[in-house]
């Protein structure tokens, strides 16, 4: 039969019930839908079916009569007919129990499963009254520490093959895998090394018994103690959807909720395991002020007092524009716009830059048409001009992978290897000053990206997708600027992504947290940007807001900014200490993830809620609070001292958010928020609760509060109109010009190699630091080279080798050799210890480097 031929559905009778199914779809699945539900162990509805565990087992019917059939592996077809409730069927289930419990050691109550356990609670119901072995079971060395993050117990292990097949397929690290026979088939890693996975914490998630346990969690409560909170992971712009899991005011542990449209229930084990500095001694929890040399603890109003006056006497002795906010990419959308509104309003200072990694500029991101991700995974091509994804924004990592399998075609621009290498068709290496200019004269590069993107989306780039994001952190943001408007002018029908990484940037740049812009996307008069408004701090008396931000470990040319931070009065706005802290002259502590309410803003333009659990700890306040306490100490009250209140401003006074409110958003009708703005049509809302397998994601308190969200086919948003992604009333500015200079970027003088400066997802952050296990995680700094210049030099692979930069600082580092270096580079890898970060001059094209021994 064609394709055109293909049936929408199928007919089968279910337990003598007549029910719809759909072509191809697998046994289980249609009787979960019809709302019969089969047990199983190793089936889970995003990894590849493979029938091992046989508790799926029921009868269908064949040509020798009804026969025992793994559902979970058999599709349906026309006229079958199922049976799952015979004793033929209940006798099977008990017998595959029976094994199961055979060398399974009866350790309920002290096992961390204990109460959210499907082994436990299909004993319970479909297995034996009680067993019939009565020798030794068998014994292993337990826990075994296969990372530093996961705990294997092997005697629970019912070898159902869903972390081997997690680790394989889903997140392409197979450093876990079955060994042995018979009843000596256990989970084992590599002799040579752990089981070092960015998402091992999702195999502990899946796990159906306590086989796989996450330190972090172990022993620390039971789950009839636990309560839950839906919220959004707040440690990279994907915006993964999460249940925040809390008992007696502790955040216990966070479990993926399975998102169709965002995270499809994967975590990264940074946004899992991110909750251990919640309680860390380096919390800011009291509010602080300089008295002389030395930092006191004062009450919050002496510290608002003190902030006032310093606004009071910068903007009478300097102007307004002596002030500048720093930050706020971590706050909530009501702490940002409270913040700006503070700043651009009350205060009258335009200087407030949330962007300090200088990503695509915020011009670019409001001229270009924005795809969702869903848009993105089903696009006719996509092209990835970016940082390494896998680094940046893990979880998305995984859904390109699932993509690719099924048939997603993605292009990479990258001059260095990546994890999106192996999945592309085609891997062009060139820069993207280089592509850029290319693409405006016509070169040999734009003519290779046209061929490959005009084979699958014609001229037009209909149906292409384009994700954008900084490569290279030594280089400024024009260059990416340049590269996605002179695409988007190629490909006028194309849409974009970018990879901007910092949790709420996006929601930061649609409230006028950034230069130029006021909030709603409105433009304002150009104003200077962080690295700007850092120069001028370094010569001109200035106050400094730093909001959730250290400007030490995110910004080039450490000196500058040390120069600044010292020249400058700084007032911090923060959870955790960090090295920005010791220049500051007032400290206001911040309520941290999970202690405060309020809306944030993922990468497609996702706003979704983020769930309070408890109390701020000691002192510290919400972001939209200490804002309302500045604002009415300076005679500026704003009254917006409620996240209810604030976004009900925001969706009154913005056309950005219009007919989206705070209720919404909480509703199980969109349970994974709404794309703003709104056109004819709410994008991606969900259908309301929905029941997905809760063997699935053991450990869910209302596991029917999550799985893939339809649209509703004639949800009205609105009378306005969608064009290129936003609403006419949202104006659409015109896509800026971009002037690169890329010889600079790609002509090193004599003896120097060109700088390309990444990041990995465990860096150094305040959070990472006071995060007592994910801390140790935290790899050191060095610099990859190419043999031959090491060989040169004199210097072995792991040796330290001297960098010196254009301006003459020097950076001692670890080099180890990488053979796949493209040539006339060096690739510094950011990290602990050496910051390479002071190699960059502020305002330069391009950084270059001479490579010495030490």
């Given at each position: 039969m064609s394709n055109a031929e293909t049936p929408a559905s199928v007919h089968i009778t279910l337990d003598g019930v007549e029910i719809e199914a759909k072509p191809g779809e697998l046994i289980i699945e249609a009787a979960e839908r019809a709302g019969t539900f089969i047990p199983r162990f190793c089936y889970h509805p995003r990894m590849r079916s493979v029938g091992v565990c046989r508790m799926c087992l029921v009868e269908v019917s064949g040509p020798r009569g009804f026969s025992l059939q793994p559902s979970c592996y058999l599709p349906v077809a026309e006229g079958m007919q199922v049976v799952t409730q015979s004793d033929k069927v209940k006798k099977a289930q008990d017998g595959v129990l029976e094994f199961l419990l055979v060398n399974h050691p009866l350790d309920c109550p002290v096992c961390d499963k204990g109460g959210e356990c499907p082994l436990q609670d299909q004993t319970l119901a479909y297995g034996p009254g009680e067993s019939r072995f009565v020798e030794e079971k068998r014994h292993w060395e337990k826990p075994i520490e296969i990372s530093k993050l996961v705990l294997l117990d092997r005697e629970r292990c019912i070898q159902c093959d869903r972390c081997t097949r997690f680790a394989d397929e889903v997140a392409r690290d197979a450093f876990i895998d079955f060994a042995g026979r018979g009843d000596h088939t256990e989970i084992s890693t590599f002799p040579d090394r752990e089981f070092t996975s960015y998402f091992s914490g999702n195999t502990v998630q899946i796990c159906p018994v306590g086989a796989l346990t996450a330190r972090p969690y172990r022993f620390k409560a039971r789950p009839w103690d636990l309560e839950e909170a839906e919220s959004t992971c707040t440690q990279c712009s994907l915006g993964c959807r999460m249940?925040?899991?809390?008992?007696?005011?502790?955040?216990?542990?966070?479990?993926?909720?399975?998102?169709?449209?965002?995270?499809?229930?994967?975590?990264?084990?940074?946004?899992?395991?991110?909750?251990?500095?919640?309680?860390?001694?380096?919390?800011?929890?009291?509010?602080?002020?300089?008295?002389?040399?030395?930092?006191?603890?004062?009450?919050?109003?002496?510290?608002?007092?003190?902030?006032?006056?310093?606004?009071?006497?910068?903007?009478?002795?300097?102007?307004?524009?002596?002030?500048?906010?720093?930050?706020?990419?971590?706050?909530?959308?009501?702490?940002?716009?409270?913040?700006?509104?503070?700043?651009?309003?009350?205060?009258?200072?335009?200087?407030?830059?949330?962007?300090?990694?200088?990503?695509?500029?915020?011009?670019?991101?409001?001229?270009?048409?924005?795809?969702?991700?869903?848009?993105?995974?089903?696009?006719?091509?996509?092209?990835?001009?970016?940082?390494?994804?896998?680094?940046?924004?893990?979880?998305?990592?995984?859904?390109?992978?699932?993509?690719?399998?099924?048939?997603?075609?993605?292009?990479?621009?990258?001059?260095?290897?990546?994890?999106?290498?192996?999945?592309?068709?085609?891997?062009?290496?060139?820069?993207?000053?280089?592509?850029?200019?290319?693409?405006?004269?016509?070169?040999?590069?734009?003519?290779?990206?046209?061929?490959?993107?005009?084979?699958?989306?014609?001229?037009?780039?209909?149906?292409?997708?384009?994700?954008?994001?900084?490569?290279?952190?030594?280089?400024?943001?024009?260059?990416?600027?340049s590269l996605a408007s002179v695409c988007s002018k190629k490909w006028p029908a194309a849409k974009f992504l970018f990879s901007n990484s910092r949790a709420n940037i996006f929601g930061a740049m649609d409230l006028g947290a950034v230069p130029g812009w006021l909030p709603g996307r409105v433009a304002a008069s150009v104003s200077d940007d962080a690295r700007e408004i850092i120069a001028r701090a370094a010569d001109e008396p200035m106050l400094l807001f730093l909001l959730g931000v250290d400007p030490l470990a995110d910004l080039p040319d450490t000196a500058l900014v040390k120069a600044a931070l010292e020249n400058a009065t700084v007032v911090v706005i923060d959870s955790f200490e960090n090295p920005a802290t010791d220049y500051a002259d007032v400290i206001l502590p911040l309520a941290a993830f999970g202690e405060s309410a309020g809306t944030t803003t993922n990468f497609e333009g996702r706003v979704t809620r983020l769930g309070q659990v408890t109390v701020p700890k000691g002192q510290a306040k919400p972001d939209y609070l200490i804002a309302a306490e500045i604002a009415r100490e300076i005679g500026a009250p704003s009254g917006l001292t409620a996240p209810e209140t604030i976004f009900a401003e925001m969706s009154g006074e913005l056309a950005l958010y219009r007919g989206v409110s705070y209720a919404d958003l909480a509703s199980d009708r969109y349970p994974d928020g709404l794309v703003v703005p709104l056109g004819r049509k709410a994008i991606s809302i969900g259908s309301g609760p929905r029941k997905l397998d809760p063997i699935a994601t053991p450990g869910l308190i209302a596991p029917y509060h999550q799985g893939p969200a339809k649209p509703f086919a004639s949800e009205e948003a609105g009378s306005a109109t969608k064009v290129d992604g936003g609403a006419p009333s949202v104006s659409v500015p015109n896509l800026p010009e971009f002037t690169v200079d890329a010889a600079a970027v790609s002509a090193p003088a004599e003896g120097r190699l060109r700088?390309?400066?990444?990041?990995?997802?465990?860096?150094?952050?305040?959070?990472?630091?006071?995060?007592?296990?994910?801390?140790?995680?935290?790899?050191?700094?060095?610099?990859?080279?190419?043999?031959?210049?090491?060989?040169?030099?004199?210097?072995?692979?792991?040796?330290?080798?001297?960098?010196?930069?254009?301006?003459?600082?020097?950076?001692?580092?670890?080099?180890?050799?990488?053979?796949?270096?493209?040539?006339?580079?060096?690739?510094?890898?950011?990290?602990?210890?050496?910051?390479?970060?002071?190699?960059v001059r502020s305002g330069s094209w391009a950084t270059h480097v001479k490579v010495g021994s030490n």
């Open positions: 249940a925040v899991q809390f008992s007696r005011g502790e955040v216990t542990r966070f479990v993926g909720i399975d998102s169709d449209v965002v995270n499809t229930s994967w975590l990264c084990d940074l946004g899992r395991f991110s909750y251990e500095a919640l309680d860390s001694d380096r919390r800011l929890v009291e509010p602080k002020v300089r008295y002389r040399s030395e930092m006191a603890e004062v009450s919050w109003r002496d510290a608002i007092a003190r902030v006032g006056t310093h606004i009071r006497n910068f903007t009478s002795g300097h102007g307004a524009g002596s002030i500048a906010f720093l930050g706020g990419a971590g706050f909530t959308n009501e702490g940002i716009y409270s913040f700006v509104k503070l700043a651009k309003t009350a205060i009258g200072t335009s200087l407030f830059d949330a962007d300090i990694d200088g990503g695509v500029p915020a011009s670019v991101v409001f001229a270009t048409p924005r795809a969702t991700l869903v848009e993105a995974l089903e696009a006719k091509v996509l092209v990835v001009a970016s940082s390494d994804v896998r680094e940046e924004l893990p979880v998305l990592f995984l859904r390109l992978n699932e993509a690719v399998k099924k048939g997603l075609r993605i292009i990479e621009v990258s001059e260095l290897e990546t994890s999106i290498s192996p999945l592309a068709t085609e891997r062009l290496p060139f820069s993207a000053a280089q592509l850029a200019a290319s693409l405006r004269s016509g070169g040999a590069e734009a003519e290779r990206l046209a061929a490959a993107v005009n084979a699958s989306a014609g001229d037009a780039g209909e149906g292409a997708v384009f994700l954008v994001g900084k490569s290279n952190f030594a280089d400024p943001s024009a260059v990416y600027g700088l390309l400066l990444t990041r990995r997802m465990y860096r150094p952050t305040p959070q990472l630091a006071a995060a007592p296990i994910l801390s140790q995680l935290t790899a050191q700094a060095e610099v990859r080279v190419a043999p031959a210049t090491l060989e040169a030099i004199g210097a072995a692979d792991g040796s330290e080798v001297k960098l010196t930069g254009d301006h003459g600082v020097e950076v001692l580092v670890v080099a180890r050799a990488d053979k796949a270096l493209p040539e006339g580079v060096v690739q510094g890898r950011l990290g602990k210890g050496a910051n390479l970060l002071q190699l």
